[in-house]
């Protein structure tokens, strides 16, 4: 009897393991997670265009296109115990060329954010449960006073950024691709007379980020009438779309 009994205790215990790690993935996908999934193997390509302004070089404005690859080629544990996912990025000017390895990132989930290393700077791409409207700082782990340097000028790229999320399951089409359940972020919204800071991403549940939009420019022209695109100086506007994923 007394060993009968043990065996159903021991059922038991391993059932309600099995339940609790069942409602903590389903709290996991409903808080949002899947807007961002990280496993090895995975990968997105883009189409991005971006038009990069220099008030002294010998092209005023120069436009670029190229496809970026970004795959998840190696995972380990951080010191902290995280799970950190490496991600190499490609480039190359079209398909008929070969992908040429351009830098190495890393994402990885930590106290309900999503964060991303970038030459060394550690954005919160995504806060969790996502909600509509809520906000927060994703450059809050650097000095957002840093200087970035873009054809040869320098700008203050990062500073008094605030993200919102924007909207939740919204439909969106995207080349050949319409992905059902789409959220977006609004990046950075901030414009005064010589400085002008606009940025969105989009997130495809299951897919991760499918659109990325960013207006970074300056100017010492003080005409409010002009477009950003007219009167700015020094800075960039980069598109980038997505074109394919597994």
Known sequence: ??????????????????????VLDNFKLDAGYAYFPLKL??????????????????????????QVREEIVDTYKSLDEQDVFVIERYERKDASENWKIKNVSSKY???????????????????????????????????????????????????????????????????????????????????NLIEYRYGIEQY???????????WILDTQKIDPTLPWEQKAEKGFILKQKIIAHN
């Open 41 to 66: 193997g995975q990968f997105v390509v883009y189409q991005v265009d971006s038009i990069i302004f220099d008030p002294v070089g010998k092209k005023k404005i120069d436009t670029i296109s190229l």
């Open 109 to 191: 989930f930590k106290n309900n954010t999503l964060i991303s290393v970038e030459n060394n700077l550690r954005f919160i791409k995504l806060v969790f449960p996502v909600v509509e409207k809520k906000t927060w700082n994703p450059n809050r782990n650097f000095d957002d006073n840093i200087s970035v340097t873009i054809a040869g000028e320098t700008l203050k790229m990062f500073k008094d950024w605030i993200s919102v999320i924007e909207k939740i399951e919204e439909e969106v089409t995207l080349n050949r691709f319409t992905f059902k359940d789409v959220l977006t972020v609004l990046l950075v919204n901030n414009e």
């Open 1 to 22: 009897m007394r060993l009968c009994l043990f065996f159903i205790l021991l059922l038991f215990l391993f059932s309600s393991c099995n339940d609790q790690e069942q």
């Open 204 to 214: 495809a549940r299951n897919v991760g980020l499918v659109y990325k939009e960013l």
